[in-house]
């Protein structure tokens, strides 16, 4: 059973174009959530949190629904740079305060145009 | 800005042979976590530490492995009989409190082991 979902693309879009990425969780006790991204070879590096309220930082816009254990990551006039892996990541937070077991999903792959 | 350092970048051991992998994290962060990433795959959790003590292990983390802080700098993570299959990207990563603190990764080390 996967615990962390996602489409693993590749999505190939061109420069400028919206694009939308989804990801489904499966353990209801979830209490925190990420994006991060990872460029090939290189570490994951964090994208943004993820609020229950949804919340914008430039053009990403990250998305939650607890009910449907769904996140989702808009990115808006996506550029050349944004060419990477994106991780959906969720932390469990279980076993005396430790919350840095963090769940990764298997990322979804985006490729960006000229 | 402050980062997360990892050595060596590139480990080539032979099979049955002992590793350490060393960490340096962020010098005010308190907790500590060894991931690892299988080529291809997601990245895992493997431990976290905090106190001089692990706080949490996943299932992965066996005898075989072992953690210490044997100063205030370094975190590190022994493999004692190396297995073909402990082939992967070892991240460590640091953060400064676990109330769902985003974690900062190393670069990783990526172990070969033939």
């Known amino acids: 059973r996967k615990e962390v979902e996602q489409d693993p693309g590749p999505f190939n879009v061109p420069e400028g174009a919206t694009v939308a990425f989804n990801c489904t969780y499966s353990?209801?006790?979830?209490?925190?959530f990420f994006w991060y991204r990872q460029d090939c070879r290189k570490e994951p590096k964090l994208l943004m949190s993820?609020?229950?309220s949804g919340n914008e930082d430039g053009r990403f816009t990250a998305q939650l629904n607890r009910a449907s254990q769904y996140i989702s990551l808009l990115i808006r006039d996506s550029k050349l740079s944004d060419s990477a892996t994106y991780l959906c990541?969720?932390?469990?937070?279980?076993?005396?305060?430790?919350?840095?077991?963090?769940?990764f999903g298997k990322g979804t792959k985006l490729s960006v145009k000229p | 800005e402050p980062e997360v350092t990892q050595t060596p970048s590139h480990q080539v051991t032979q099979m049955g042979q002992e590793v350490i992998l060393r960490c340096v994290p962020i010098?005010?962060?308190?907790?500590f976590y060894w991931y690892r990433q299988i080529l291809g795959q997601k990245v895992e959790f493997l431990v976290s530490f905090y106190n001089n003590e692990i706080s949490e292990k996943s299932e992965i983390f066996d005898d075989q492995f072992s953690v210490e802080r044997p100063d205030g700098s370094n975190f590190t993570l022994k493999i004692r009989s190396t297995k073909l299959e402990d082939s992967a990207m070892y991240f460590c990563a640091s953060s400064p409190t676990v109330n769902n603190s985003p974690l900062h990764f190393g670069n990783g080390t990526r172990l070969t082991v033939t």
């Open positions: 353990n209801s006790a979830s209490q925190s």
């Open positions: 993820v609020y229950s």
């Open positions: 010098s005010n962060h308190l907790y």
């Open positions: 990541v969720v932390n469990v937070g279980n076993y005396g305060g430790s919350q840095g077991n963090l769940i």
